[in-house]
């Protein structure tokens, strides 16, 4: 065992959704999914020795009983209980503002790849995604950098590094929290939406086009993809009972927006997750357009992402 280990692990944005478990206990989802790992907002995580019995610090606090036991359970996966009793974990998520966006699955990513470096349990890639996705299923495809595939048969792997220099830019619309969680609406959408069978087909065939548009650098049918993954991920959880409707007016008018570019010849393509936001797929050309747009619909909490390499050791000792 290590004396001290510091990890740090970039915030992903799904291209093509992961939407739906096959098997809820190993995370198994019922599709691939397609994302893109970005610089600026990310978790840094340090797992050090403590006299104090174990602790969890999340940004600067104190976490709760249950938070701290959902972090313990999760490193049993690289040590044994009673080598958990003198550990503490300290967590930050980090980005320019007091981020809507922070995610679990930076924190994962960079509390499994500490945890594997800290605890000398030195697992292959390929296990340690299959730990790691017990946390959060997305949090696998935060090991990863540019542009990463996580496949149905459990395999990660970055498919292009550079992601073309693609730009995300995170619309922020809301600092509270959402009412349900992602994992609760996924569950809820796979077993009662009557889409739910055509957006396994579609995502399948969705991330074989996406795979080859990236092969052949074919930029405008990756954001087309981007766009109609996002789209399709939601129409089949406002089909679910009881649905769930993540979008507001707000989202929409800069979804409308952003698609308005598009007919002006702009690259920039928005994307939602299990939330209210908006992120926009763009480039360095068309970035001020999308800008001007946010700002026009008064979006006041704007992130622009870079592509990002995957979760590494910053420190160790
Ligand atoms: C994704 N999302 O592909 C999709 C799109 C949100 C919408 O993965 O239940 O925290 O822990 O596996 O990974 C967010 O859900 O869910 C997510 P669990 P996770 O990014």
């Not at 692990?9 to 809820?24: F, M, Q, R, S, T």
């Not at 542009?147 to 619309?171: H, N, Q, S």
């Not at 129409?235 to 009881?242: D, E, F, K, R």
Request: aromatic share 8%.
């Amino acid at each position: 065992m290590k004396h001290i280990v510091t990890a740090k692990a970039p915030v992903n944005i799904a291209l093509i959704k992961y939407w739906g478990k096959e098997d809820e206990a190993k995370v198994i989802p019922y599709t691939g999914s397609l994302s893109l790992s970005v610089s600026e907002l990310y978790t840094v995580t340090t797992i050090k020795h403590s006299s104090h019995g174990f602790s969890f610090t999340l940004n600067g606090k104190k976490a709760s009983k249950a938070d701290a036991l959902k972090i313990k359970k999760f490193l049993s996966h690289f040590a044994q209980e009673h080598e958990l009793e003198d550990i503490s974990v300290i967590s930050e998520n980090t980005g320019p503002t007091a981020s809507g966006a922070a995610s679990s699955a930076s924190g994962f990513a960079a509390l499994a790849k500490a945890a594997n470096t800290f605890f000398e349990t030195n697992f292959e890639n390929e296990i340690l995604a299959s730990i790691t996705r017990l946390g959060s299923g997305s949090a696998c495809r935060s090991l990863f950098g540019g542009l990463v595939v996580w496949e149905k048969t459990g395999e990660v792997y970055t498919i292009r590094e550079d992601g073309f220099d693609f730009i995300m830019v995170f619309a922020l619309l809301t600092h509270q929290r959402k009412s349900i969680s992602s994992k609760q609406a996924m569950k809820n959408t796979v077993s009662t939406s009557p889409y739910y069978e055509a957006w396994v087909s579609k995502t399948t065939q969705d991330l074989i086009a996406m795979k080859h548009a990236i092969h052949v650098e074919d930029l405008r049918t990756i954001g087309e993809l981007t766009q109609s993954s996002a789209l399709a991920m939601h129409a089949s959880m406002l089909s679910a009972t009881p649905p769930t409707l993540f979008l507001t007016h707000h989202s929409l008018e800069i979804i409308h927006g952003i698609m308005d570019l598009q007919r002006h010849g702009e690259f920039a393509y928005p994307t939602m997750d299990a939330g209210m936001h908006v992120k926009i797929l763009t480039n360095a050309q068309s970035l001020p357009k999308v800008l001007e747009t946010l700002d026009a619909f008064k979006v006041k909490d704007i992130i622009v992402t870079h592509p990002e390499k995957g979760a590494h050791i910053l420190y160790e000792e």
